[in-house]
T-cell receptor, first 110, second 111 residues
Framework: NAGVTQTPKFQVLKTGQSMTLQCAQD?????MYWYRQDPGMGLRLIYY???????DKGEVPNGYNVSRLNKREFSLRLESAAPSQTSVYFC?????????FGPGTRLTVT | DAKTTQPPSMDCAEGRAANLPCNHS???????VYWYRQIHSQGPQYIIH???NNETNEMASLIITEDRKSSTLILPHATLRDTAVYYC????????????FGDGTTLTVKP
């Protein structure tokens, strides 16, 4: 039981490049989330998915797209990366009360 | 979701109780108080949650005031491994993940 896994762990992009961050959970949770955490700050919600086939915007969705591929997988795509998107990205899933977080992806955009 | 206010930092001696306060004066009747912590740069970890009664689990205790406008997370015997950022979040159960974590309290446990 791996919990929530994220790939890659680290990534460096040039401005304008695109990439997809992958997230998978093996706990059969309906809800999944993407957060970003800038240095010295708390987590901010980018997008969430309450169930397979649905996605909704969070607090900071601009510049991102998401896909809930199936119940296990929830991906985050940066179509044209900008330096302001340099951050640590966390994926999470939840069933009732508790959220489970992945280890994060550290993204640098130069 | 109601806004929360936490002190930016606190220190605690190893082996002593750590008491972390949180103000949530605009909390609604159906909103729960959740606590998470983030050790170093890892993903946040759930600690405990409550509605209006005090709660205890193997990690911590949660004391919620009678008017529900504030709460305190208690780590009864803090260890060096409890050094982390602690987040207090208020949300309705159905929206368990749909809120920002805020800046939290950085707890430093000292030998």
């Amino acid at each position: 039981n791996a919990g929530v896994t994220q790939t890659p762990k680290f990534q460096v992009l040039k401005t304008g490049q695109s990439m997809t961050l992958q997230c998978a959970q093996d706990m059969n949770h309906n809800s999944m989330y993407w957060y970003r955490q800038d240095p010295g700050m708390g987590l901010r919600l980018i997008y969430y998915s309450a169930s397979e086939g649905t996605t909704d915007k969070g607090e900071v969705p601009n510049g991102y797209n998401v896909s809930r591929l199936n119940k296990r997988e929830f991906s985050l795509r940066l179509e044209s990366a900008a330096p302001s998107q340099t951050s640590v990205y966390f994926c999470a899933s939840s069933a009732n009360y508790e959220q489970y977080f992945g280890p994060g992806t550290r993204l640098t955009v130069t | 979701d109601a806004k929360t206010t936490q002190p930016p930092s606190m220190d605690c001696a190893e082996g002593r109780a750590a008491n972390l306060p949180c103000n949530h004066s605009t909390i609604s009747g159906n909103e729960y108080v959740y606590w998470y912590r983030q050790i170093h740069s890892q993903g946040p970890q759930y600690i405990i949650h409550g509605l209006k009664n005090n709660e205890t689990n193997e990690m911590a205790s949660l004391i919620i005031t009678e008017d529900r406008k504030s709460s305190t997370l208690i780590l009864p015997h803090a260890t060096l491994r409890d050094t982390a950022v602690y987040y207090c979040i208020v949300r309705v159960r159905a929206n368990a993940g749909k809120s920002t974590f805020g800046d939290g309290t950085t707890l430093t446990v000292k030998p």
